[in-house]
């Protein structure tokens, strides 16, 4: 798993498995058992997810290493930070407006609001995940 980059997002356990952080790990076992299941089947619905950077792709090794990341207390503690952490911002000149308009009708479970209006200051993106965390420059 990379360091620093989108791969966190991309590849988070969460994201991987369809999950949240607030879920216990009975809950997130069931879950990566039922994907697991479902790979087996080739089921197309279990072969992406969504995630704040875009859609991955789901396989069955995905989810045995989310699994096994999550059932360790300190990589899923690090995991819940990434996870909770706001998206990296959109490149400049890339069109937003249509994404923005209707995360913010529908509530964006990535901003965490249900829908309140966009406030005009910049958003924080991944170069500022450090400084949200309290960590200083390298």
């Given at each position: 798993?990379?360091?620093?980059?989108?791969?966190?997002?991309?590849?988070?356990?969460?994201?991987?498995?369809?999950?949240?952080?607030?879920?216990?790990?009975?809950?997130?076992?069931?879950?990566?058992?039922?994907?697991?299941?479902?790979?087996?089947?080739?089921?197309?619905?279990?072969?992406?997810?969504?995630?704040?950077?875009?859609?991955?792709?789901?396989?069955?090794?995905?989810?045995?290493?989310?699994?096994?990341?999550l059932r360790d207390p300190e990589?899923r503690l690090l995991h819940e930070?990434?996870?909770s952490a706001p998206p990296p911002?959109?490149?400049?000149?890339?069109?937003?407006?249509?994404?923005?308009?209707?995360?913010?009708?529908?509530?964006?479970?990535?901003?965490?609001?249900?829908?309140?209006?966009?406030?005009?200051?910049?958003?924080?993106?991944?170069?500022?995940?450090?400084?949200?965390?309290?960590?200083?420059?390298?």
């Open positions: 798993m990379s360091v620093v980059g989108p791969g966190r997002f991309a590849e988070n356990p969460f994201f991987v498995l369809g999950v949240t952080p607030a879920q216990s790990r009975a809950e997130i076992e069931r879950e990566g058992a039922k994907l697991l299941g479902m790979l087996e089947l080739g089921l197309r619905s279990a072969t992406s997810y969504k995630t704040p950077t875009g859609t991955g792709t789901r396989t069955s090794e995905a989810v045995r290493a989310a699994l096994a990341e990589r930070l990434w996870a911002a959109p490149k400049p000149g890339a069109d937003a407006s249509a994404g923005a308009s209707s995360a913010a009708a529908a509530g964006d479970p990535y901003r965490g609001d249900a829908g309140a209006s966009e406030s005009p200051r910049r958003q924080p993106g991944f170069t500022d995940a450090f400084a949200l965390f309290g960590w200083g420059r390298l």
